[in-house]
């Protein structure tokens, strides 16, 4: 049995001993150094750029243009952004490649002797710019006077919009009993993954341009490169080392591109020398995407006995200067923002916008937590409103089995919210008071705690989200198995491209092999993450690594099996596992299939507010979600502890400053992730496992599902506490301290 287990983590020894090699650390003989230069500009026309200082620059080699891109474009879901902004530009592209509309547009690539050769050079750089008028926010977006796309041909900066028409409004508002209306502003939060990114590009041995760098999808990085570059993918090779964390933050390209062009003109040059590169902290928080500034209106009626009559939802997505993937987020977002609830009559039009700021992009629970926040908010103002348990009231009103959701299909199997919500409540003793007393806590080191001034609240929230993609984006996910041995099977060797991003998945994959080949867990040797040995997993994302990777696996394991039977050593066995087909919604209604799986979860929180500072201390989170079947129980709880102090973060302790198109805290002493002393003092998690069907061994996905309630469940318990709603985020002492005053 080597499933349902706490098996040791197949990285953790060399990991703890530092043997482990991340991108920074990979040194390669002879290899050269690089500068990724960045616009420095938000929003301008780049007139002319001189190269010849940098070029005569002691030790400097090369620099890279945009003249060296045959295809100037790329993008995940949408190819808008160009690979460098510069001119004479000679390649395919819809893109206007001499115009900087992110302070983080990159121009150009130094590649120099030393690192410090390359900065040398990157200073020398000549650069003219024509400023444009900028597009910072929301506001002046949606006004309209300046175009960040003009060449688009749209004559607004909205360029993607959804809808849900379900029902009769007006019949909802004339059965509600009570009518409750909240605004939600969200911020932008950095990943801050414990690596900045980093990269070593080279020719391997079969001439492939190789690039060694940390991303999420090793298959999509070689598609863009190839792109880019105008060659065969097969001519281009990705390979993944250990991973400093990426929670979504890796899924776009970084320096996969652009490292691929430097050794690409190098090798016509005759220069076969690899390049490396790797970013500071601060080149890391301005230079990649951020999650997604948005602002949601809901209004929402229920009866007085609590049923649900009406919902009505408005959502706005900042995606900054490209989409990456913010067309993908705003689904999320627009299906979270009615929440996983029964209601007759719905309408919600949710839109993503265009500005002159940091890009939105790929992070943990990708648009669901914007739209939770406004969702049960609204369900936890319909409670004090109406006087009723805010469990009671999600109880009565949540999906449940068999439940069409509000895309008009039917939800698949199983949907267990309610047992969720219950085991929640149930573990966080949700039916018995908080003491009211309690010890206090010290805002200041040098001041003793004054409980007199302190009070406690406990809020509520849950919460539901994909596994896998969406809206009719195509869906696979290979894997590769080999059977050694002579009458039994004495090896396993698996081949994966899945990515290890910090979340155990590839210690699970070896699980989930040994259990179906019937060996133990050292009898799996694995190669990862490189797309010359393994076929297209998809992207660590989605929380489908484990659904999806353990379904390819499962399949390949049973075709190599047949082989075995017929007498093949070693058996091969390789399989491309395709779950259900999923659809776009309609642009009308809403209407569509628009995912084959889904996550469920609840979170309890109680807090204590210091009335005179406004500083908050998150007491303790229960949280409650299903995963179908915990493989390694272990690391799911590591999951939900980590979720939670993320998600803590981005409720009360991050904030990002910026202003007209640029960041003004770029590095960690000034942007506040939570440390030890301020994350939650306590963390429960209660793992449910009702099997989906569907899972491989039932496995349901779990990574991002904590994130989701956090924020709505602190602002809930903080209204508990001081009967004041705080509907913006972070929720900072300045914040909670003004909204106490305004009260």
């Known amino acids: 049995m080597t499933v349902g287990v706490s098996a040791q983590r197949s990285d953790a020894p060399d990991k703890v001993t530092g043997a482990t090699l991340y991108p920074a650390d990979l040194r390669r003989v002879d290899a050269l150094s690089a500068k990724v230069v960045f616009s420095n500009r938000p929003h301008a026309r780049m007139v002319a750029m001189d190269v010849s200082a940098t070029l005569d620059t002691p030790g400097v080699v090369e620099v890279v243009t945009a003249a060296d891109v045959p295809v100037n474009e790329y993008g995940l879901t949408l190819s808008d952004q160009p690979v460098l902004v510069g001119l004479g530009a000679t390649g395919r592209s819809n893109v206007p490649s001499d115009v900087s509309r992110w302070e983080a547009d990159q121009i150009a690539v130094v590649v120099a002797e030393t690192r410090q050769a390359a900065d040398e050079g990157a200073k020398r750089l ?122 979504g933050g890796r899924e776009d390209m970084s320096l996969q591109i652009v490292l691929a062009l430097a050794v690409r003109k190098l090798a016509r040059r005759g220069i076969r020398r690899p390049v490396r590169t790797v970013w500071t902290r601060e080149e890391s928080i301005i230079g990649h995407h951020k999650r997604h500034r948005a602002v949601l209106h809901a209004r929402w009626g229920a009866t007085r006995d609590g049923l649900l009559t009406a919902v009505e939802s408005e959502g706005w997505l900042d995606a900054g200067a490209y989409n990456y993937t913010s067309n993908k987020v705003l689904g999320n977002m627009h299906v979270c923002s009615v929440g996983p609830y029964r209601a007759p009559n719905i309408q919600a039009d949710s839109r993503v916008v265009y500005t002159h700021s940091v890009p939105g992009g790929a992070f943990r629970g990708f648009g669901a937590p914007q739209g939770a926040l406004a969702a049960e908010g609204q369900m936890n103002r319909l409670a004090a409103e109406l006087g009723m348990d805010p469990v009671a009231l ?83 996910c290979v894997a590769g198995i080999e059977l050694w041995g002579d009458d039994e099977v004495e090896r396993v060797v698996l081949y994966h491209a899945g990515a290890e991003v910090g979340q155990g998945a590839h210690t699970v994959f070896r699980q989930i092999a040994a259990e179906a080949a019937g060996v133990g867990l050292d009898a799996v040797e694995a190669h990862f993450s490189d797309t010359a040995t393994s076929g297209d997993a998809g992207s660590a994302s989605a929380s489908r690594m484990t659904w999806m990777g353990g379904n390819s696996i499962l399949g390949a394991v049973e075709e190599a099996q047949k082989r075995w039977i017929d007498g093949d050593r070693p058996a091969l066995g390789n399989f491309r596992f395709t779950p259900p087909p999923t659809e776009p919604m309609d642009p009308e209604t809403g209407a569509g299939d628009i995912n084959f799986a889904y996550g469920w979860m609840a979170e309890a929180v109680d807090v204590t507010v210091d009335v005179d500072t406004g500083h908050l201390k998150v007491e303790s989170v229960v949280c409650a979600v299903d995963v179908g079947k915990a493989l390694n129980p272990g690391l799911v709880k590591g999951q939900i502890e980590g979720a939670v102090a993320q998600a803590h973060g ?63 469940a602190v602002s809930a318990a903080i209204y508990d506490a001081v009967g004041v709603w705080f509907d913006e985020l972070p929720l900072t002492p300045e914040h909670i301290s003004a909204g106490l005053r305004t009260a």
């Open 650 to 712: 981005y409720a009360v302790t991050e904030q990002l400053l910026s202003k007209d198109g640029r960041i003004f805290n770029p590095n960690l002493s000034t942007y506040l992730m939570p440390g030890i002393g301020d994350i939650p003092r306590r963390v429960e998690s209660v793992i449910l496992e009702i099997p989906d069907p569907r899972g491989p061994l039932g496995v349901r996905g779990m990574a991002e599902m904590p994130v989701i309630p956090l924020a709505p």
């Open 394 to 476: 999600r109880l009565l009103n949540c999906y449940r089995e068999g439940d069409t959701g509000a895309w008009g299909e039917t939800i698949p199997s199983v949907v267990s919210l309610p047992e969720v919500i219950e085991a929640c409540a149930d573990r966080a003793d949700w039916d018995k008071p908080l003491e009211a007393e309690t010890a206090g806590f010290s805002v200041f080191r040098s001041v003793p705690p004054d409980a007199s001034r302190q009070r406690r609240g406990r809020g509520f929230a849950c919460g539901f989200k994909n596994i896998g993609f969406s809206f009719g984006f195509p869906e696979r």
């Open 126 to 247: 000549r650069v003219e710019w024509e400023d444009l008028p900028l597009v910072p926010d929301l506001d002046a977006a949606l006004s309209g006077s300046v175009l960040v796309h003009p060449e688009n041909g749209n004559e607004t900066n909205i360029y993607h919009q959804l809808k849900y028409r379900v029902g009769d409004m007006e019949e909802g508002w004339r059965a509600a009993d009570v009518v409750v209306e909240g605004t939600y502003v969200l911020p932008h939060q950095e990943h801050a993954y414990l690596q900045p990114e980093a990269a070593v590009a080279y020719l391997d041995h079969s001439d492939r341009i190789t690039v060694e760098i940390a991303g999420q999808w090793t298959h999509e990085d070689r598609a863009q490169i190839a792109h880019s570059l105008d060659v065969d993918p097969e001519d281009i090779r990705v390979i993944y080392p250990a991973i400093g964390g990426a929670f």
